[in-house]
């Protein structure tokens, strides 16, 4: 069974769920796909995120046609939404205050270099689908991503709100420091919480009423 694992929106794209075999390719064809293309995509998706769910061109078939079947808003909404997250990890690879290693530098640029082709798996200028192959290696590599994009949107709350002062480095650590002290108080409040305020095996008739 496969794990939980993060998505770019609330609501994933079914493609886990799709079955992928002789009677998918049964179903009417929504786009063409290379068959050639569609290996180098799964190959490229699995340099950025090793263990993502394989890719192959009846599950995108099938994608394809519960993408065009959905009302016309919705269906934008699909493909807007994941895109938008891309823009935080550009952020994020541009910042000079995020110290980014230098594997998610290289997961993250393969990721934007195919985004910003025009003649990728399936071609930009078609009507909606032109996207799907975007955003469905947006979706499947995002756990590569999500870890740090999560941290550095809080990070950015934080210096937005607090405005650290000091390089780079100091800043970053002021962030991790006072992170650290608010987890400190969490869970020192949890556990006073937890506490009972008399022993809690006192017998039961403690006091004696005449």
């Not at 929106?9 to 390719?25: E, I, K, V």
């Not at 290289?106 to 025009?118: F, H, N, S, T």
């Not at 009507?127 to 999500?146: K, M």
């Amino acid at each position: 069974m496969r794990m939980f694992h993060p998505t770019p929106t609330a609501q994933p794209l079914p493609f886990d769920h799709m079955y992928s075999g002789m009677g998918a390719r049964e179903t009417a064809r929504a786009i063409e796909l290379n068959d050639a293309a569609v290996v180098q995509f799964d190959q490229l998706l699995h340099e950025i995120h090793a263990d993502a769910p394989r890719v192959d061109g009846d599950r995108l078939q099938q994608l394809a046609s519960w993408l065009v079947r959905l009302p016309a808003g919705e269906a934008q909404v699909v493909i807007d939404s994941r895109l938008q997250r891309v823009q935080q990890l550009r952020a994020l690879l541009h910042d000079d205050d995020w110290d980014a290693d230098e594997a998610s530098h290289v997961r993250i640029g393969k990721l934007l270099a195919y985004i910003d082709r025009e003649d990728d798996l399936i071609a930009d200028r078609m009507p909606l689908l032109g996207q799907l192959d975007d955003v469905l290696l947006i979706e499947l590599a995002w756990p590569a991503f999500a870890d740090d994009v999560e941290d550095y949107r809080d990070f950015c709350a934080y210096r937005q709100a607090e405005r650290p002062d000091g390089s780079a480095e100091e800043r970053r650590a002021a962030w991790v420091r006072d992170r650290m002290d608010e987890l400190a108080l969490w869970q020192h409040a949890m556990w006073i919480r937890e506490q009972h305020y008399a022993p809690w095996n006192l017998p039961r008739r403690l006091f004696r009423v005449s």
